[in-house]
Nanobody, 137 residues
């Protein structure tokens, strides 16, 4: 059974830090790119925002502009786990954070910097159920 399980969310004050984890099982981890996405309160029904991605091909990392310099994605292939370290949290980072996996080349580029139309699920093969991050001001 394929599973992606996020953890590490919580309530934190602005300026604080969190490390989110995405533990994967049931598929060949090394063959998949893993992305982190978020959905802010009140935006259910809108496409989730893709914030970061790590490539399975060469470990390249990608970030959307609004999180560059504050978010760091990393992967521990021995543990089949991807992490998202978040520093300098802002109230606007409040969201449910999801990880998702997709097999193939150029997944991260297409996810973080798409050139054209993007489906609501970004074409990802598997999704986790999310972990909530709340940042108080």
């Amino acid at each position: 059974e394929v599973q992606l399980v996020e953890s590490g969310g919580g309530l934190v004050q602005a300026g604080g830090s969190l490390r989110l984890s995405c533990a994967a099982s049931g598929f060949t981890f090394d063959d998949y790119a893993i992305g982190w996405f978020r959905q802010a309160p009140g935006e259910k029904g809108k496409r989730r925002e893709a914030v970061s991605c790590i490539s399975s091909v060469d470990g390249s990392t990608y970030y959307t502009n609004s999180v560059k310099g504050r978010f760091t994605i990393s992967s521990d292939n021995a543990k089949n786990t991807v992490y998202l370290q978040i520093h300098s949290l802002k109230p606007e980072d409040t969201a449910v954070y999801y990880c998702a996996a997709r097999k193939g080349d150029n997944v991260c580029m297409a996810t973080i910097s798409p050139l054209g139309w993007v489906p609501d699920d970004y074409g990802m093969d598997y999704w986790g159920k999310g972990t909530r991050v709340t940042v108080s001001s």
